[in-house]
């Protein structure tokens, strides 16, 4: 995702942030849609199943390469304060690095295309925003690859700001 897709998807959330009818209770969304970025830049897609359970897609870049993430959570409230949650979870992701177009830190000159799948554990804090659609999220997420040379990705933090809907 180039820098003007997500400036373009900024102003639109944005728009839809000030106009009245945006305005949401907590806890009442089933679905957002958002930016992510930390040591990685990409987009998420979360869907509750249950009143605490969701499931969340993420698509991200990473070492000029495109892993996609499938994770299972469970949001708990933090009573303290109101709009606060923090979630864990676990699932799996997959990988793909081009010849050419990427750098995995994994191989000293790149001769053939990679992939990488494994599975991720996921921890993190969900804050609703002034009762609005709006959401930011901080979490870690540990990653372990099955391939040899890829191993254990402990280092994936990132900040996300969803949109419910």
């Known amino acids: ?5 997500i400036l373009a998807i900024s102003i639109v959330a944005f728009i839809f942030c000030i106009s009245p009818e945006a305005k949401a209770q907590i806890g009442a969304y089933n679905t957002t849609v958002g930016i992510r970025g930390g040591t990685s830049v990409g987009g998420s897609v979360k869907r509750f199943v249950t009143d605490h359970d969701a499931l969340e897609l993420m698509v991200f870049t990473r070492w000029k390469g495109w892993v996609g993430n499938l994770l299972f959570e ?6 303290e304060f109101e709009g606060l949650e923090w979630y864990l979870g676990a ?21 053939e295309d990679y992939a990488a799948f494994g599975v991720d554990l996921i921890v993190g804090l969900d804050y609703n925003i002034d009762h609005s659609n709006w959401f ?20 994936e933090t990132a900040f996300t700001l969803r949109y419910s809907f």
């Open 74 to 79: 469970h949001h708990m409230d933090i009573r």
């Open 136 to 155: 930011i999220s901080l979490d870690w997420k540990p990653a372990y690859s099955f391939q040899d040379f890829t191993g254990l990705w402990w280092d």
């Open 91 to 111: 699932g799996g992701h997959y990988g793909v690095w081009k010849v050419g177009k990427s750098e995995p830190p994994w191989v000293y000159k790149a001769t």
């Open 1 to 5: 995702m180039n820098k003007k897709s």
